[in-house]
Nanobody, 119 residues
Framework: QVQLVESGGGLVQAGGSLRVSCAAS????????MGWFRQAPGKEREFVAS????????YYADSVKGRFIISRDNAKNMVYLQMNSLKPEDTAVYYC????????????WGQGTQVTVSS
């Protein structure tokens, strides 16, 4: 079992930056693909970014490419999402998730952290 706890959300003005973090428990964290997702009010949850277990490969949604950076520190069991040039449409609850690689998608989810971008 893996527990994920997000932090770092808050209120920021458009054009600003924010970094959200995800702390993971469990000794096998370094084996998992980690991802960030978000859900805005009235919308479905959507993929934001992911990073492979060793951190060598990263994927981004087109909407955040060039503005967001996902990273991880396996020694600290941490995953980060650096968000730059934020837009009001980035307002959402951001969730951290872990994929064990079973082929069933993401297996573990955090409780989410709210990010609000004011115009």
């Amino acid at each position: 079992q893996v527990q994920l706890v997000e932090s770092g959300g808050g209120l920021v003005q458009a054009g600003g930056s924010l970094r959200v973090s995800c702390a993971a428990s469990g000794e096998t964290f370094s084996r998992y693909v980690m991802g960030w997702f978000r859900q805005a009010p009235g919308k479905e949850r959507e993929f934001v970014a992911s990073i492979t277990s060793g951190g060598l490969t990263r994927y981004y949604a087109d909407s955040v490419k060039g503005r967001f950076i996902i990273s991880r520190d396996n020694a600290k069991n941490m995953v980060y999402l650096q968000m730059n040039s934020l837009k009001p449409e980035d307002t959402a609850v951001y969730y951290c998730a872990a994929d064990r690689g079973t082929g069933n998608g993401y297996d573990y989810w955090g409780q989410g952290t709210q990010v609000t971008v004011s115009s």
